[in-house]
């Protein structure tokens, strides 16, 4: 019969002895397929052919060339193989210690006497082994071995309950951008550092009395007795983790809430090693973070601010301001487009940043409520401002990577536009460069669906994604905007230009605009246009503007227009 076709359980029956062989496989073929080796040699060789099929060994123990207790000591050796449950089959009572030691699960004496018996013993054994093998891989990571998330909170919650005088810090560990490594280094290069770090804190938690699991990820959590040196503990945890990749440095983050209160969820004590964790997240000069009480307060007031979201844009609490983007290369500066930006005028905590509030919404997967809300009152501006002034002015939004994976994106925005009666060419779309380098293939595909829409694509913070050359000319994109760092330090012939011209460079061979942003003085205003910059917006020319002072921009452009062609006019 063909191995696929084959419903039964398989056993390998190792016996010297024809009439025990024959006896065992009267027993077992009405419910099992039995495969028989007649000595201690055979049976290896059967068992390296079949060890991923096989659910039992019943094994004699005294046979020729080699004997069971060698068979038991070569199958505990072996990762795979020590799986798999052993019988013995002896009538040699003072050999049951010894061969328990070697991993046998149980034992039938000879002569076999009792059928019923030896039946029962051989299902309790194989039941026993697939129970513990479902169990194994519901509790532990498939890649790494540690324990899944649910597991490990259940195993840190019972081990409080068993040794409750201890006190006990819970730690989240996490890669900076471990993205860049699979994206850069191949997945394969990602998993074998996710493995290294896994049998570090593995080995830690042993050695300690503590208990490691994974998050997710490339997130790890740990739950040790108090009292750890872990500037130490990091930098054991990091050991040998550049010579997986070529040198290249892995940088990790580690967050600690410190004497736990167990009157806390095991998962909320995490939830604070995560605060403290994240509030490092991008950082490569800080690699541990220490739950206080500042943090305590931040928590708080995210908290509130994440309650408070649905009704700020309920109550349009939430304002739209613009920074004015200015076209260079003509004979005149004149106003191109804008940027929205947000601010949350709160009825009780004031006028917050967006600092204040973005990256909790993108963290919490609540930016896409207020993306659309932005997405809306700006599209209905600018209809307004082409009735009121004859004059289409772009404006950029942001489109988060929380908003790439929202299903229908393309017709949700497109449906936006069309409501309040503008083209999808005046809503420009910025997307970040990280963005882009996070789930390439995913956000190149929207992206594309969007420009067939008619939609122009920014990409914003060009030059801080690490988008290799090879990628970004690939990219769907018709804007590249320079991110302010390399528009701040800008000197003739300093480093920092030449990256700028290189930008330039890179921007006119994909033939796309360029928009640099946080200019704020003439020097570097000149820099830039001569340079062949198209566009720049900072506070050079305004700072970002309420829709009353933005629109005193578009009435002093509207005058120098009308200015232009009255002089035109005059001199024909």
Same mark, same amino acid.
């Given at each position: 019969?063909?191995?696929?076709?084959?419903?039964?359980?398989?056993?390998?029956?190792?016996?010297?002895?024809?009439?025990?062989?024959?006896?065992?496989?009267?027993?077992?073929?009405?419910?099992?397929?039995?495969?028989?080796?007649?000595?201690?040699?055979?049976?290896?060789?059967?068992?390296?052919?079949?060890?991923?099929?096989?659910?039992?060994?019943?094994?004699?123990?005294?046979?020729?060339?080699?004997?069971?207790?060698?068979?038991?000591?070569?199958?505990?050796?072996?990762?795979?193989?020590?799986?798999?449950?052993?019988?013995?089959?002896?009538?040699?009572?003072?050999?049951?210690?010894?061969?328990?030691?070697?991993?046998?699960?149980?034992?039938?004496?000879?002569?076999?006497?009792?059928?019923?018996?030896?039946?029962?013993?051989? /299902?309790?054994?194989? $039941? @026993?082994?697939?129970? *513990?093998? =479902?169990?194994?891989?519901?509790? %532990?990571?498939?890649?790494?071995? +540690?324990?899944?998330? /649910?597991?490990?909170? $259940? @195993?840190?919650?019972? *081990?409080? =309950?068993?040794?409750?005088?201890? %006190?006990?810090?819970?730690?989240? +560990?996490?890669?900076?951008?471990?993205?860049?490594?699979?994206?850069?280094?191949?997945?394969?290069?990602?998993?074998?550092?996710?493995?290294?770090?896994?049998?570090?804190?593995?080995?830690?938690?042993?050695?300690?009395?503590?208990?490691?699991?994974?998050?997710?990820?490339?997130?790890?959590?740990?739950?040790?007795?108090?009292?750890?040196?872990?500037?130490?503990?990091?930098?054991?945890?990091?050991?040998?983790?550049?010579?997986?990749?070529?040198?290249?440095?892995?940088?990790?983050?580690?967050?600690?809430?410190?004497?736990?209160?167990?009157?806390?969820?095991?998962?909320?004590?995490?939830?604070?090693?995560?605060?403290?964790?994240?509030?490092?997240?991008?950082?490569?000069?800080?690699?541990?973070?220490?739950?206080?009480?500042?943090?305590?307060?931040?928590?708080?007031?995210?908290?509130?601010?994440?309650?408070?979201?649905?009704?700020?844009?309920?109550?349009?609490?939430?304002?739209?301001?613009?920074?004015?983007?200015?076209?260079?290369?003509?004979?005149?500066?004149?106003?191109?487009?804008?940027?929205?930006?947000?601010?949350?005028?709160?009825?009780?905590?004031?006028?917050?940043?967006?600092?204040?509030?973005?990256?909790?919404?993108?963290?919490?997967?609540?930016?896409?409520?207020?993306?659309?809300?932005?997405?809306?009152?700006?599209?209905?501006?600018?209809?307004?401002?082409?009735?009121?002034?004859?004059?289409?002015?772009?404006?950029?939004?942001?489109?988060?990577?929380?908003?790439?994976?929202?299903?229908?994106?393309?017709?949700?925005?497109?449906?936006?536009?069309?409501?309040?009666?503008?083209?999808?060419?005046?809503?420009?779309?910025?997307?970040?460069?990280?963005?882009?380098?996070?789930?390439?293939?995913?956000?190149?595909?929207?992206?594309?669906?969007?420009?067939?829409?008619?939609?122009?694509?920014?990409?914003?913070?060009?030059?801080?994604?690490?988008?290799?050359?090879?990628?970004?000319?690939?990219?769907?994109?018709?804007?590249?905007?320079?991110?302010?760092?390399?528009?701040?330090?800008?000197?003739?012939?300093?480093?920092?230009?030449?990256?700028?011209?290189?930008?330039?460079?890179?921007?006119?061979?994909?033939?796309?605009?360029?928009?640099?942003?946080?200019?704020?003085?003439?020097?570097?205003?000149?820099?830039?246009?001569?340079?062949?910059?198209?566009?720049?917006?900072?506070?050079?020319?305004?700072?970002?503007?309420?829709?009353?002072?933005?629109?005193?921009?578009?009435?002093?452009?509207?005058?120098?227009?009308?200015?232009?062609?009255?002089?035109?006019?005059?001199?024909?």
């Amino acid at each position: 019969m063909d191995e696929q076709l084959s419903l039964k359980r398989r056993i390998l029956l190792v016996e010297d002895e024809p009439i025990n062989r024959k006896i065992l496989e009267n027993i077992i073929n009405h419910d099992y397929e039995a495969i028989v080796a007649r000595d201690g040699v055979e049976a290896i060789e059967l068992i390296r052919e079949h060890s991923d099929k096989l659910s039992l060994v019943l094994l004699d123990l005294m046979m020729p060339d080699m004997n069971g207790f060698e068979v038991l000591q070569f199958m505990k050796d072996d990762k795979v193989l020590k799986q798999i449950p052993i019988i013995v089959c002896t009538a040699e009572k003072d050999c049951e210690v010894k061969c328990f030691q070697l991993g046998a699960a149980d034992f039938i004496t000879k002569p076999y006497t009792h059928p019923a018996v030896i039946k029962a013993r051989i /299902d309790r054994a194989i $039941e @026993y082994r697939e129970g *513990r093998g =479902l169990i194994h891989a519901t509790q %532990n990571d498939s890649l790494t071995g +540690l324990l899944t998330h /649910d597991f490990f909170m $259940e @195993y840190s919650h019972f *081990r409080d =309950l068993h040794y409750n005088n201890n %006190n006990m810090d819970a730690i989240v +560990l996490n890669i900076n951008r471990f993205h860049l490594i699979n994206e850069l280094q191949g997945r394969r290069a990602g998993d074998d550092v996710l493995i290294k770090i896994a049998d570090s804190i593995k080995r830690i938690a042993k050695e300690n009395g503590g208990i490691a699991g994974r998050g997710g990820a490339d997130e790890f959590m740990i739950y040790l007795p108090s009292g750890m040196e872990y500037n130490n503990l990091l930098k054991d945890i990091g050991s040998g983790l550049e010579d997986l990749l070529n040198n290249s440095r892995v940088y990790l983050r580690m967050g600690i809430y410190k004497n736990v209160n167990k009157e806390l969820s095991v998962e909320h004590r995490f939830d604070k090693a995560r605060t403290a964790c994240n509030s490092i997240r991008g950082s490569y000069n800080t690699h541990m973070a220490v739950y206080d009480e500042e943090m305590h307060e931040k928590e708080t007031l995210n908290e509130r601010l994440i309650n408070d979201m649905v009704a700020g844009i309920k109550d349009h609490q939430f304002k739209i301001f613009y920074q004015p983007k200015y076209a260079i290369q003509g004979e005149r500066d004149s106003l191109y487009s804008a940027e929205a930006l947000v601010r949350w005028e709160h009825p009780e905590l004031g006028l917050l940043r967006p600092d204040t509030f973005i990256p909790l919404f993108e963290d919490n997967g609540l930016i896409h409520k207020l993306d659309h809300y932005v997405w809306d009152e700006v599209s209905k501006q600018i209809g307004e401002w082409m009735v009121k002034y004859d004059l289409k002015i772009p404006v950029s939004v942001n489109v988060s990577r929380v908003d790439i994976g929202a299903p229908n994106l393309e017709e949700e925005i497109f449906t936006v536009v069309q409501n309040n009666w503008i083209s999808p060419g005046m809503l420009n779309l910025e997307i970040t460069e990280s963005a882009y380098t996070e789930n390439s293939e995913q956000i190149i595909n929207v992206v594309k669906g969007l420009r067939d829409r008619g939609f122009a694509i920014e990409m914003d913070d060009f030059g801080t994604g690490y988008s290799s050359l090879n990628m970004i000319t690939s990219l769907p994109i018709d804007i590249l905007k320079l991110d302010m760092q390399f528009v701040k330090n800008i000197k003739e012939g300093n480093k920092e230009m030449k990256m700028v011209e290189l930008m330039m460079d890179v921007a006119r061979s994909l033939k796309v605009k360029v928009v640099a942003e946080g200019v704020e003085t003439k020097e570097q205003y000149d820099l830039l246009k001569k340079a062949g910059c198209d566009v720049i917006q900072g506070f050079y020319f305004s700072m970002p503007c309420a829709t009353g002072e933005f629109e005193k921009l578009i009435e002093k452009e509207n005058k120098e227009l009308e200015d232009e062609v009255n002089a035109a006019l005059a001199a024909m």
